[in-house]
C-alpha cells in the first residue's frame, strides 16, 4: 500500500458532461501528479500541483484542470468528455524537494465515456 | 524533450530462467531513472531507481538494473524469473535539471510461464 487514494475507482459518463476525481497524498507528500493512461499505452503526465499551484503541464487542452487543497489532497476535473477521455487516471504524490524521489501511484480511477 | 523507448511490447520467459526487459532514454542533462510494476486493474508500484553512484542498482522483489550512460540504457533484470512476476514493466525518466515530471515508456508486458 502507498497510502495513496483515489476515489472513485470507477466511473462512467455520457459525452459532454463534467467529471471530478479525487485523490489524497501520502503523509509528509506535498506534490501530487496526475496521469493519464489510455489502454495499451503508459502514463501520460497531465500536470503537478505543488502547494496549491500547479507547476508544471503536459499537452492536455484547457478543459483538464486541477485543484490541490492545503492538506495537499487533490482534485482532476474535466470537462466536456469526449470518448478518447476514456481512460485509468493515476494520482501519484512525492516530495517536491527530492527530484530523485520516487512518485508513489494511487490504485487509479477508471473513466468510461459513453 | 525527455524521452523513454521500451522496444519490447512483450517478453516471455520460463520460470527459474533470467529475465531482462530493455529501457534506452533521451534525456537533456542527466537522468534520474526508475522502474515501476502494473498489475493487472492496479496503479504503479515502484521498483528500483537510479540517482547516482553504483551503476547496478537493486530493488524490490530480486529485482535490479543496470544503468549505462553510453547506451542511454537501464534494462530491468531478473536472476530467476517467476510466475507471480508476470505483469507489466514501466521504464521512467526525468531530468536532474529543473522540475521536470516523469516520462514513462509505453511499457512491457512479461509473461513468466511455468
Known amino acids: 500500500e502507498t497510502g495513496v487514494t483515489q476515489s472513485p475507482t470507477h466511473l462512467i459518463k455520457t459525452r459532454g458532461q463534467q467529471v471530478t476525481l479525487r485523490c489524497s497524498s501520502q503523509s509528509g507528500h506535498n506534490t501530487v501528479s496526475w496521469y493519464q493512461q489510455a489502454l495499451g499505452q503508459g502514463p501520460q503526465f497531465i500536470f503537478q500541483y505543488y502547494r496549491e499551484e500547479e507547476n508544471g503541464r503536459g499537452n492536455f487542452p484547457p478543459r483538464f484542470s486541477g485543484l490541490q487543497f492545503p492538506n495537499y489532497s487533490s482534485e482532476l476535473n474535466v470537462n466536456a468528455l469526449e470518448l478518447d477521455d476514456s481512460a485509468l487516471y493515476l494520482c501519484?504524490?512525492?516530495?517536491?524537494?527530492?527530484?530523485?524521489?520516487?512518485?508513489?501511484f494511487g490504485q487509479g480511477t477508471r473513466l468510461t465515456v459513453v | 524533450a525527455q524521452s523513454v523507448a521500451q522496444p519490447e511490447d512483450q517478453v516471455n520467459v520460463a520460470e527459474g530462467n533470467p529475465l531482462t526487459v530493455k529501457c534506452t532514454y533521451s534525456?537533456?542533462?542527466?537522468?534520474?531513472l526508475f522502474w515501476y510494476v502494473q498489475y493487472p486493474n492496479r496503479g504503479l508500484q515502484f521498483l528500483l531507481k537510479y540517482i547516482t553512484g553504483d551503476n547496478l542498482v537493486k530493488g524490490s522483489y530480486g529485482f535490479e538494473a543496470e544503468f549505462n550512460k553510453s547506451q542511454t540504457s537501464f534494462h530491468l533484470k531478473k536472476p530467476s524469473a517467476l510466475v507471480s512476476d508476470s505483469a507489466l514493466y514501466f521504464c521512467?525518466?526525468?531530468?536532474?535539471?529543473?522540475?521536470?515530471?516523469?516520462?514513462f515508456g509505453k511499457g512491457t508486458r512479461l509473461s513468466v510461464i511455468a
Open positions: 501519484a504524490s512525492s516530495s517536491y524537494r527530492g527530484l530523485n524521489t520516487e512518485a508513489f
Open positions: 534525456v537533456s542533462g542527466n537522468p534520474y
Open positions: 521512467a525518466v526525468r531530468s536532474t535539471s529543473g522540475n521536470t515530471p516523469l516520462v
